[in-house]
């Protein structure tokens, strides 16, 4: 259920106004820019899905904790989903999807979808979320090296912000299972940081901070200990490009991403639209072969029909 949009209390906006919030407007959105405030006593189980993220948490009441609704993380989810094309009467797959978030999304746009994921809890979570949903979705335990699914069982797969958590070996066995599981010709669409885009904002940042006189100590974020190393398999389009292309997948392409931001004129995001070292999402979007599965299957078949002569 989503959230009541209500003014914050004075309270609330004392803290938004200590914590230098000074530019984001409670109720009256102006687009992707918009950022919606709200107390986490009006938020529900689905508030990921909505785009909600913590911003000053600190208070022990929930009412005074407040959440902040970021629309373009949903316009970059948009465009992600969007890429795999109509999905209604599809099967797919959504790859280390965790609670399965974006398969509620694709089940209630009328795909059949399964969710494999290496954590037990939240493959439990999950299951209870796709239940107050009110879709059916079969979720999986399991590592995405091993997907536990028959060859060429779906129409299309979809993993977001995974493979920058796993080296580049496991991303390999990992395109190579979802090649497996696709059937001849089946989607494949890929989310994930751009570590180019994030190298130059950490560039940037450094020379912002030696300007004032302080340390140029700055790393991407979940790398080198800051605060973890979460993200150590990070990639660029040119690597994950090149990683497809060994599991023989075809079309690969990059859709692009605006990158909005507060202080961003509005001139300057949009001749940067299609700049890829300064898109912050990698989105590729590519087919498994046909050719080389349906060969591959006659070659079998004309064995068989030999060995049986």
């Not at 609330?12 to 200590?18: E, Q, T, V, Y």
Request: with cysteine; glycine share 8%.
């Amino acid at each position: 259920m989503r959230p009541k949009a209500r003014s914050l209390d004075s309270v609330a906006k004392a803290r938004l106004i200590r914590v230098g919030l000074v530019s984001i407007r409670d109720s009256r959105l102006e687009g992707w820019q918009a950022k919606q405030l709200v107390t986490e006593d009006q938020l529900s189980w689905s508030a990921w899905i909505q785009g909600f993220f913590d911003f000053d948490t600190s208070s022990d009441d929930p009412a005074k904790r407040i959440w902040v609704r970021n629309f373009q993380e949903l316009y970059t989810r948009d465009v992600t989903v969007m890429a795999l094309g109509d999905v209604s009467g599809c099967k797919g797959l959504d790859v280390a999807g965790g609670t399965g978030d974006y398969s509620i999304i694709l089940s209630l746009l009328g795909a059949e979808m399964s969710c494999q994921d290496l954590s037990a809890e939240t493959i439990s979570g999950g299951r209870l979320s796709a239940e107050k949903a009110g879709v059916e979705i079969d979720f999986r335990q399991g590592d995405a090296q091993i997907l536990q699914f028959d060859d060429g069982a779906f129409d299309f797969c979809i993993t977001t912000d995974f493979v920058e958590h796993i080296t580049i070996d496991e991303k390999r066995a990992v395109i190579a299972e979802i090649n497996r599981v696709l059937k001849p010709g089946g989607v494949l669409v890929v989310k994930t940081p751009n570590l180019s885009y994030l190298s130059w904002v950490i560039r940037i940042k450094r020379v912002a901070a030696i300007a004032r006189l302080r340390s140029p100590r700055i790393f991407v974020p979940h790398t080198r200990d800051n605060p973890d190393r979460e993200h150590h398999g990070l990639t660029t389009f040119n690597e994950l490009e090149g990683l497809l292309d060994e599991s023989l997948f075809v079309n690969v392409e990059r859709i692009p991403v605006r990158l909005r931001r507060q202080r961003l004129p509005g001139w300057l995001s949009r001749r940067l639209f299609g700049f890829w070292p300064l898109t912050e999402h990698i989105i590729l979007r590519c087919n498994r072969s046909v050719f080389v599965p349906i060969g591959d299957f006659l070659q079998r078949r004309a064995e068989e029909q030999t060995a049986e002569t």
